[in-house]
């Protein structure tokens, strides 16, 4: 064990700080794993290691009583439940993975369980927001009179098109190629967590859509440069997620909602319309790409929630 240390160090000279390094790169080149992804890993490993450096601790050899007092000390600073959960996802796969490469034998982590968080309901936009928003960047405003749109309006009604239509992540939007866009099929291949590949069937609305981006947006955006990226910014380059992500905010606020809204809130939206339509789990799972039927089931309680309220509303003795 070392000393207790006076001072916080520098994040780069944290020990252990190049195992939290390499770690993270083994994130992106093996599994596949999202920027976003990535720094919420780093963010929570880093979080670790400047904690071990007060307390006087080696990261590698802690205890398991040690490492309840950490866990205990984000509780008490009032951290909510799914942020503690979240640290301790990211120190279970770090231990993992350092036994694995044989940088220590220690793994306090793989006996302790999660703190049970409340159970929340995804955040789901009704069928008149979807509405809303999937007009706002259109040929035509909300009272029917047509509209001018710039290459960046169709670059973007493209974008929330594709969302909506296929549920994808915006992360998967963000590395859409356009090799990967078949539109005599109706389908769309995307690259999910850990690269995993799965088709997506496209409704002919948003294949219109994208299609005109394609041909009339696209040439322009891009000027002079060259790329197969599908979402193209107004200089010619690859659209981060980030970037994907100020442009939904900002036709979010166009369309006057709730700009707390995210992405997700369309993913959300679309698998609990495919449900309420009448699909079944294990289709919505796959077009999600949901490694775990469980995770899918969660949209099960959101359709009954509304048939509730539906029901509330309508039957005489309710």
Known sequence: MVGR?????DDA???HRADVDDFCAMLVVEQGASDHTVRAYRDDLL???????????????????????????????????????RHLSALRSFFRWLNAEGRTDNDPVSVMQAPKSAHRLPKVMTVDDMKALLSVMGPVDREGNPRPQTPDDLRDQALLEFLFSCGARISEASGLLVEWVDFPALEVKV?????????IPLSRGAAEVMERYLREARPQLLGEKQSDRFFISNRGNPMSADSLRKRFKR????????????????????????????ADLRS?????????????????HVSVDRLKNVHGQAHPRA
């Open 5 to 9: 240390q006076a001072a916080v160090l």
């Open 251 to 278: 036709a979010l606020a166009l369309a006057g909602l709730d700009e707390s809204l995210s992405p997700h809130a369309v993913r959300h939206s679309f698998a609990t319309t495919l449900l309420e339509g009448g």
């Open 13 to 15: 000279a944290l020990p």
């Open 47 to 85: 979080a670790y290691l400047r904690w071990a450096a007060r307390m006087g601790l080696d990261p590698l050899a802690v205890t398991y009583r040690q490492l309840r007092r950490y866990l205990a000390e984000l509780d008490q600073a009032r951290y909510a439940r799914t942020t503690i959960k």
């Open 191 to 199: 690259f999910g967590k850990r690269a995993k590949e799965r088709l």
């Open 284 to 300: 919505v799972q796959d077009m999600l790409g949901h490694a775990s039927l469980s995770t899918t089931q969660i949209y099960t």
